[in-house]
């Protein structure tokens, strides 16, 4: 079953596991086993806090998490009942802590075959592990973050979990350009003129556009950038055209305009992130 990226019972149900990664920020304060020393060693060394491939992650708290987060997907029309309740039914067997080592290794390999072994689409298995993999990383992230320098990383991966960003904004005050991770949700300064996703800096081959809705201003400040070397693309907001009130939820503005990615990939353009907006097995790279 292919995930309707574009549905309101989708975005319902992405809003509602938002609420409760936020509300599971408050509850935890530790989601994984790491050492001091090692972050320490990995600032030095000017590295990203974690290594994603290779975390210890906590079953009970995949477990605390699933005990919430499981229960909205049954509410929501968006993956079949009968694949909710062979997810549940094995869910031990299945192995949590193995589900998300697989997301964040990008092991497609074994999200097929649990998919052939249970007779459940892989891009459930995708999703449940994505949002199990990100209520863990923001959990981290919100600790760890503080022993990063978010100003002055300028990398196009993320200081604390290596990972693309997601989303960028131009921030409303300085109009600085600042990334969000798709994982762990950390956001970090990066220069204006450079592709993200390979470095390159020639102006000439980077460049961005936007729907132009006439007087509608609101629009405008949601912006596809792309760089013409790597082909890639982000989707920018520009805080600054929007109302001096208003302060946008890069998450949910992230699955709120797909349609831009839908132009974006019209012209030929990627993301690497883009299946985390709409998990699916073929986007999974
Ligand atoms: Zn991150
Ligand atoms: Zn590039």
């Known amino acids: 079953m292919t995930v309707p990226a574009e549905s309101k019972t989708y975005l319902d149900l992405c809003q509602k596991i938002a609420e409760?990664?936020?509300?599971?920020?408050?509850?935890?304060?530790?989601?994984?086993?790491?050492?001091?020393?090692?972050?320490?060693?990995?600032?030095?060394?000017?590295?990203?806090?974690?290594?994603?491939?290779?975390?210890?992650?906590?079953?009970?708290?995949?477990?605390?998490?699933?005990?919430?987060?499981?229960?909205?997907?049954?509410?929501?029309?968006?993956?079949?009942?009968e694949e909710i309740r062979i997810f549940l039914a094995n869910k031990e067997k299945i192995n949590l802590s193995k589900l998300v080592r697989s997301i964040l290794s990008k092991d497609l390999h074994n999200l097929r075959s649990l998919s052939t072994q249970y007779q459940v689409g892989t891009d459930f298995f995708i999703f449940v592990g994505l949002n199990l993999s990100q209520a863990v990383l923001e959990l981290c992230a919100s600790e760890l973050k503080q022993k990063v320098d978010q100003e002055n990383w300028l990398k196009g991966n993320c200081p604390v979990c290596g990972s693309y960003p997601a989303i960028e904004k131009l921030r409303k005050d300085d109009g600085k350009r600042i990334l969000r991770c798709g994982f762990c949700a950390t956001e970090w300064h990066h220069k204006r003129i450079m592709c993200p996703f390979c470095g390159n800096e020639d102006h000439n081959s980077l460049r961005y556009f936007f729907i132009d809705e006439g007087s509608s201003t609101e629009k405008s400040a949601f912006?596809?950038?792309?760089?013409?070397?790597?082909?890639?693309?982000?989707?920018?907001?520009?805080?600054?055209?929007?109302?001096?009130?208003?302060?946008?939820?890069?998450?949910?503005e992230n699955l709120n305009t797909i349609y831009l990615d839908v132009l974006a990939q019209k012209d030929g353009y990627k993301s690497p992130t883009y299946w985390m907006v709409a998990p699916s097995e073929d986007l999974f790279v």
């Open 223 to 252: 912006r596809v950038d792309v760089c013409d070397k790597c082909k890639r693309y982000i989707k920018t907001i520009d805080e600054r055209k929007l109302p001096q009130s208003e302060k946008p939820d890069l998450y949910l």
């Open 20 to 81: 409760l990664r936020s509300a599971f920020k408050t509850r935890y304060q530790k989601g994984i086993e790491i050492l001091d020393e090692e972050i320490q060693k990995r600032v030095e060394e000017n590295k990203p806090l974690l290594d994603i491939q290779d975390l210890k992650i906590e079953k009970k708290l995949l477990d605390e998490f699933s005990r919430d987060f499981l229960p909205l997907l049954e509410k929501h029309d968006v993956f079949s009942q």
